[in-house]
């Protein structure tokens, strides 16, 4: 069993920047493919990234590619995501997601992670 717990939320002015961190225990770390998602109220969750177990591979939605960066510390079991030149539509609750599958190119289905965090707020204000 996983836990996962996200941090580094909050609310920042568009262009701004923010980074979120999501701290993992209770399990191999180091083996999952680890996932950021987002939800915001009424909608689906949607994919925004995902890296690879080594940290050597990683894959981002379209509207975010080039602002967003994920990586990874195993040696400290965590993931983050830095997220610069936000927009208003970044606006969302942000959650980590862990999965023991690395299916290439289908790693952006929620379904396929086992487990997640509780979620933060991140805020662009325009």
């Known amino acids: 069993q996983v836990q996962l717990v996200e941090s580094g939320g909050g609310l920042v002015q568009t262009g701004g920047s923010l980074r979120l961190s999501c701290a993992g225990s209770g399990g191999t770390f180091s083996s999952y493919t680890m996932g950021w998602f987002r939800q915001v109220p009424g909608k689906e969750r949607e994919f925004v990234g995902y890296?690879?177990?080594?940290?050597?591979?990683?894959y981002y939605r379209d509207s975010v590619k080039g602002r967003f960066t994920i990586s990874r510390d195993n040696a400290k079991n965590t993931v983050y995501l830095q997220m610069n030149s936000l927009k208003p539509e970044d606006t969302a609750v942000y959650y980590c997601?862990?999965?023991?599958?690395?299916?290439?190119?289908?790693?952006?289905?929620?379904?396929?992670?086992?487990?997640w965090g509780q979620g933060t707020q991140v805020t662009v204000s325009s």
């Open positions: 997601a862990a999965s023991p599958k690395a299916i290439p190119g289908q790693m952006t289905f929620p379904a396929l992670y086992d487990y």
């Open positions: 890296i690879s177990w080594s940290g050597s591979s990683t």
